[in-house]
């Protein structure tokens, strides 16, 4: 197999064997050399207040107990600076004084031998608080929300196009409903963790990370030194789904300690923490407002969110902004509300954004196809923009409407009941339904650094981080492709703050980013050795037109003559020869400015509904997707099935409890907290369609990771709805609010 036939292709991942033999070491489990002690964070019991009085002594002579850190005497850090544009590259200080903003908040650090003695000392520290009045009920302070100058990735709060109001009230049909979505977290099976290790005036910290440089940059800025003594390390992240782009207590705690006790400390999060000191998907309340003609044509749409925020971190997702590029409409509004309450702070969750939206967006469009009497996909159709209607720009490569057709084809979408409730087998009442997909292209800054060897292979280094999405697998074809190598003589090695920088894995944009780069490092190597062979007459390239040159199986080809990658490199370069291989900002890259950047899908969903318990069942469901440039089809497809999985646990399942009383999270657990299991998706596929998107980068390959849990939820609720006749607006979909709804059994 030649180098040039490996991208894009179902390649096997090149990290697996290590990781299915547990030789892939996760922060937790690093080795150091000196023994390491043990940290457990001690959490308030009460949602807002402040700590009255703290007794660390009992604890302090527990066996094994080498520190307990309170507030009363933790190392100065840095505050907070909402001048530093992104959240995650500011600092995080930790115990920085006796307030308590929400329930779980650390008020102790305990550090011993073993984490079974840090665990059982935890116990022993004992707090007094003054409690505080905290607002912990979304609904009872709506009235408090206001507008935020700004919301998530710098885009605009609220956008208006033409006249709604008239619009709306001059339209034939109208939809004007309110959806209601829960507080939602990530829950990566790995849990948040670090191990800090110090060395002189430098520490090395092996943490749970999605982007090495904010890691830094954080972790540097909470301690107050040069960025040049932290020394990030994270080859392997057991899932992030958002949660990991900046660091938490975990990381800044065991920097601490270490620094402190001058000994490496290991700090991780049990699974219960997570839900207090991890940020979360914010609730939200969403009005979204649709006006069409009797001929399915919108003529009005908005799309209005007010959701929760913490009030001295604010985060804004972006829920309304997905409506602005979707379908056609002259009159348009996009809003964005923030109801201040005290608890964790909203961070980006898989598809921030982009997966509440559509899951209200997608859910009005059905209803607004069940007013009209029209077949769902046809309502689609028939709101196809040409243009951005919102931007004014032309759209790089939108093939949404192939998607629907396709998807509608594959699904067997003409054996839909065509009224809801009236397809059922034996106790089981059977639905169909359908939505769109949509996700902004983001491109970020990114370097990559490509050695070529004297013994003719390939080492790539970039910070950029593998969450279990494949970076290894697909670097190594894209360097394959770009060397004519096979792919058994690339190495990629990630996740290190002393290789050159990325944005890491986040929001789609890691595969895109870093490919991107990795292909330019590999076209500048290519250039660096063709100019040496045409130098050199020992070469049997001498003199030869470079421009006719083709790299392959490890040697490179001028019409009838060829040299080893491995003979030139070792002549000329005898240390081995480099190159580096940037991707741009999006602000600095006029398509972005030019054309609207999107990934597209369809979503089609089967359930049956019991018709007396109310018990649903996913039976089948299929994503049809456009994303330009398929790097690696396995791991492509099993990131949108992945994201497909989480669409159905949004629309039946997850959702994090408050007690109103307390601020705590009454469901934080695996066992209450609900998602996804093997039994919950017995049959499920994605298909993408061939594509290539010339404006979004030399490659033409998009972001795929979120795009599948875009509209996903709304196709299920949609079934659910096709199946019963019963619209359920408060997701997650639940027996006691479909029950009521359905008819009553027979006798």
């Known amino acids: 197999m030649t180098g040039r036939e490996m991208t894009g292709r179902a390649m096997d991942r090149v990290d697996g064997p290590l990781k299915v033999t547990g030789r892939a070491p996760y922060a937790y489990e690093h080795r150091t050399d000196d023994q390491p002690l043990y940290g457990v964070v001690v959490g308030a019991t009460v949602g807002k207040g402040r700590v009255a009085r703290i007794d660390a002594g009992e604890a302090e002579r527990a066996p094994g107990v080498v520190m307990v850190m309170t507030h009363h005497h933790v190392p100065e850090q840095g505050p907070r600076d909402e001048s530093v544009p992104f959240e995650y590259w500011r600092a995080q200080p930790m115990l920085a004084g006796p307030e308590v903003h929400h329930y779980g908040e650390p008020v102790a650090l305990v550090v011993a031998g073993t984490f079974e003695q840090a665990r059982a000392a935890a116990q022993l520290v004992e707090v007094t608080y003054d409690v505080g009045a905290g607002r912990f009920d979304f609904a009872a302070h709506l009235a408090e929300a206001y507008a935020p100058k700004s919301v998530n990735a710098g885009l605009a709060t609220d956008t208006a196009v033409g006249d709604f109001d008239t619009a709306f009230g001059a339209a034939a049909v109208t939809v004007d409903q309110y959806y209601t979505t829960p507080y939602e977290f990530s829950m990566p099976m790995e849990p948040h963790a670090c191990l800090a290790v110090p060395h002189g005036e430098d520490l090395t910290v092996h943490v749970s990370s999605q982007i090495v440089d904010a890691a830094r940059s954080s972790v540097a800025a909470t301690l107050r030194i040069d960025p040049e003594r932290i020394h990030i390390v994270a080859p392997y992240v057991g899932g992030g789904f958002g949660s990991k782009l900046g660091v938490h207590a975990e990381t800044i705690l065991a920097a601490l300690a270490a620094r402190t006790l001058g000994r490496p400390v290991k700090v991780a999060l049990t699974r219960q923490q997570v839900f207090s000191l991890v940020g979360l998907r914010p609730t939200s309340r969403q009005r979204v407002r649709l006006g069409a003609d009797r001929d399915g044509r919108l003529t009005a749409l908005a799309h209005e969110v007010t959701m929760h925020t913490r009030p001295d971190m604010e985060y804004a997702e972006q829920t309304a902004a997905t409506t602005r590029s979707l379908y056609a409409a002259p009159h348009r509004r996009t809003s964005h509300r923030l109801t201040p309450l005290d608890l964790p702070r909203g961070e980006d969750v898989r598809a921030p954004g982009e997966a509440p939206g559509l899951l209200a967006v997608e859910s009005a469009m059905d209803e607004l196809a069940h007013a009209l009497g029209m077949d769902p996909v046809e309502l689609r159709l028939r709101n196809e923009p040409a243009v951005d209607p919102e931007r004014g720009v032309p759209y790089?490569?939108?093939?949404?409407?192939?998607?629907?057709?396709?998807?509608?084809?594959?699904?067997?979408?003409?054996?839909?009941?065509?009224?809801?409730?009236?397809?059922?087998?034996?106790?089981?009442?059977?639905?169909?339904?359908?939505?769109?997909?949509?996700?902004?292209?983001?491109?970020?800054?990114?370097?990559?650094?490509?050695?070529?060897?004297?013994?003719?292979?390939?080492?790539?280094?970039?910070?950029?981080?593998?969450?279990?999405?494949?970076?290894?697998?697909i670097l190594t074809q894209v360097a394959a492709d770009g060397l004519g190598l096979p792919p058994d003589r690339v190495r990629v090695e990630l996740g290190r703050s002393e290789f050159p920088t990325s944005m890491g894995s986040g929001g789609s944009w890691g595969a895109a980013n870093s490919s991107t780069a990795v292909h330019r490092a590999c076209h500048a190597l290519r250039e660096k050795l063709l100019a040496a062979a045409y130098h050199d007459v020992d070469s049997p390239l001498y003199g030869l037109a470079a421009g006719e040159a083709a790299f392959a199986d490890g040697r490179v080809r001028i019409g009838d003559a060829s040299e080893a990658l491995g003979a030139l490199v070792a002549r000329h370069f005898p240390d081995g020869v480099r190159a580096t291989g940037e991707t741009l900002a999006m602000t600095e890259d006029p398509n972005y400015r030019d054309y609207s950047i999107h990934t597209y899908g369809a979503h089609f969903a089967e359930v049956g509904v019991d018709a007396d318990t109310g018990e649903i069942r996913l039976r089948r469901m299929l994503g049809v997707f456009s994303v330009g440039r398929v790097l690696n089809a396995k791991t492509a497809r099993s990131q949108l099935i992945g994201g497909m999985i989480w669409g159905a646990g949004a629309a039946l399942e997850e959702e994090a409890v408050v007690d109103r009383r307390s601020g705590a999270f009454v469901n934080r657990d695996l066992a209450q907290y609900l998602v996804p299991v093997h039994a919950d998706i017995p049959d499920i596929d994605a298909v993408v369609l061939d594509g290539y998107d010339a404006r979004a980068n030399v490659l033409g390959a998009k972001g795929i990771g979120e795009l599948g849990i875009c509209g996903a939820g709304a196709a299920v609720a949609n079934a659910v709805f096709n199946?019963?006749?019963?619209?359920?607006r408060d997701f997650p979909i639940t027996l006691e609010k479909l029950l009521p709804g359905l008819p009553a059994p027979a006798g």
Request: charged share 20%; proline share 2%; aromatic share 8%.
């Open 396 to 473: 790089s490569d939108r093939h949404l409407t192939a998607c629907l057709r396709d998807g509608a084809r594959r699904f067997g979408w003409e054996r839909r009941p065509a009224v809801p409730g009236s397809v059922r087998e034996g106790q089981w009442l059977i639905g169909y339904g359908t939505a769109a997909a949509i996700r902004g292209h983001f491109q970020m800054a990114t370097s990559v650094q490509v050695l070529l060897a004297a013994d003719g292979t390939a080492v790539v280094r970039t910070d950029m981080t593998d969450i279990g999405t494949g970076t290894y697998t």
């Open 723 to 728: 199946a019963t006749g019963v619209r359920v």
